[in-house]
């Protein structure tokens, strides 16, 4: 099994920055997919990043202001947010593992966290 543990979420003003991660840990391989999704009160679950295979993708919406990296040292993913906006506002999961062909940000991933708060103020 993976587990796969978010951290770094948290309340801002817009225009602010916040910077995620999620810590990989059990049966986790370094050549894994990765990918951030976010999910709004009431809304569906959407992709915002992916990386792998050397390639990163990310959601029209959050292009120029969001990067996802990866350190397979630490085994750890993050998401560097900056020039945040209300409508970033939902919690944020981590994935891996993707099962299905594509851009990486379907929610067909294998492995998911329990998410973490990102709270975004006008």
């Known amino acids: 099994q993976v587990q796969l543990v978010e951290s770094g979420g948290g309340s801002v003003q817009a225009g602010g920055s916040l910077r995620l991660s999620c810590e990989a840990s059990g049966y986790f391989y370094s050549w894994y997919a990765m990918a951030w999704f976010r999910q709004a009160p009431g809304k569906e679950r959407e992709g915002v990043a992916n990386i792998g295979a050397g390639h990163t993708n990310y959601a029209d919406a959050v292009k120029g202001r969001f990067t996802i990296s990866k350190d397979d040292a630490k085994n750890t993913l993050y998401l560097q947010m900056d020039s945040l906006k209300p409508e970033d506002t939902g919690m944020y999961y981590c994935?891996?593992?993707?099962?299905?062909?594509?851009?990486?940000?379907?929610?067909?991933?294998?492995?998911w966290g329990q998410g973490t708060q990102v709270t975004v103020s006008s």
């Open positions: 994935a891996a593992y993707v099962t299905q062909g594509g851009d990486g940000l379907s929610p067909t991933y294998k492995y």
